[in-house]
């Protein structure tokens, strides 16, 4: 077995696959993949069958609940001299039992084997691992065949299954075999548009589960959608019971029964306050005699700046938080610890602070539903007389009083001893978000130039990018990294002045000049001006065939202010009319107004969501319509 040092892709561009062996394509296999290469242009391979099977079963020895999943996919050749990489997941409590790659005739074919580690920039360390099987085509019309079977050694890490696979099917089935003594939930997310038919079949000793659909299409690889929790079909896996010996026993039946097994994993972390309480007495010693807010600030603040941030997901530890003083030591940890070391240190401090699990944005669902599926991160909250103020140590730069955007609305679920809260995070007015522009220019009717002097300041999540990306770069960079936040892309005519110090209170500030050749042209006595150089949300209609969501990343809030000092020469002879737009998506107002021997021009444009719903694409793109045909217009001036 290989080591994945290379990602697949790379690491097969330079092995030496041999194709599948020569075979006789059958004459109703070549007609199919003719027909469906007509409906798949773009496509290589599909899918004329593809079923997985969950078995579930009692470990004879500890009565664990484990199940042996056998995946068969039968893949049709659309073109000559292709190839496909079938991917097979595994992780601590996921082994790989067998595979086989066969020919229609039953007969192993030649293919390249790599193992190891999913490479994730975003994650330090994970024990999700994948197998790779690399092998080629020949001929339109030939037929391999997948066989696997894996274990999985706790039900309760098997969450969820997609009906979706990266390839188009023929016909996908899913079929989940329960014995009566192990009570499985199976609920049916996404399933609404969708011809998906169940069947259940009931046995003397067990029941048969199975979904169908017919005619499936492959996973969307459309840019910027949200997780596939968000859209694509698929069903969660609730292991709740079990009956042993006449009795039933709870696996993770509620949501107590989730909170007791976080719970039995944070008792086995051992803080040692000793080795702590030094430095929590030194950082609040900063202040002579600090308030609670500010002795939190203090505390919160030296979390985010001096404790790296590193994701780590391996087995247990992917859940367990690391004890509090080793993240002290190391300096770095992943949510779970940095959330702990926090924790401990406001107890030190004298604050009732718990550890708080959470899941961000990307996961659709809530704590009603008893599953390790619901949360992928931990926070840190503190119990106030008149609030609960919820801090993420891995978000750095981020103020007391607010939570990130991919946290809001989402429900957290707090340590309360035996029991435990839950709480729905509020979302934040948008207004936090404000990145607001001011530009004061003048005509250089000599050189045809719109010449100018700006300040941009970026607020909430923008100023924290702002924030994460000077700290990632070489500091001989973050003049580049200014200029492209001001230049809307046209380097060559903004020149970067000054950057305002900025801190988790004030806005970024970034002062500039430019000279604009681009949005101003004069013909016979008339000039015609484009006084904005940004055109926020111009021509971002949605196309009509996309099919996943869309995820702006976070809600956008802009105002900008442009004055246009006129020439003693010119005159107005042409306004654009004002546009309005006010809808669940989007709050517009644009507006030109003369004062004086001036031109102002305003502009406010709220995004009011961060996923954009199939259903809302109509709206959105009349609102898009409006915000074009306005951008399409221009101020016209005329000499005297």
Known sequence: MKTLLLTVVTLFSLLSVPFVQAQKIKPENLKLAQAYKKQLSDEKLMALKSSIQYDFYAAKKSKKIEVEVNEEELYLSLSPNGDYVKRNYYDDYRSIEAYKILSEKNKSIAHDKVCGHIEDKSIFYSDAKVCAYYFKFRNIGQVVKFQGRKKVLDARYLTKVFLQTPLFNKQRTIVFKIPKHIEIELMEMNFDGYDIEKKEETKADHTIITYTVNEFKAFSNESNKPSLLHFVPHVLILTKWQTIDGKKESILSNTQELYNWYIDLKSGVTNDPKKIEPVVKEILHKIKTPTDKEKIELLFYWVQDNIKYIAFEDGIAGFKPEDAHTVLYNRYGDCKGMSNLLKEMLSIAGFDARLTWVGTRRIPYDYSIPSLAVDN???????????????????????????????????????DGASYLIKKLAIENIDINLIEEQVDFEIDTENKLLVGKGIKKLNGESKKKLKMFTDAIAKEKNKQLMEYVINNGDSKNYELVKVVDFDRKRPAEIEYTCQLDHQIQQFNDKWYVDLDASKQLYQTEVEEDRIAPIDFDDRMYITEQINLTLPKNLQVEYLPAPLNIKNDLIDAQIAFKIEGNKVKYHKSIKVLTSILKNKQFESWNAAINQLNKFYGDQLILKNK
């Open 377 to 415: 991160h931990m926070v840190c909250s503190i119990m106030l007389a008149d609030t609960t103020l919820v801090l993420d140590a891995t978000e750095p730069f981020q103020h007391i009083d607010y939570v990130g955007e991919r946290l809001q609305g989402q429900q957290v679920l707090i340590e």
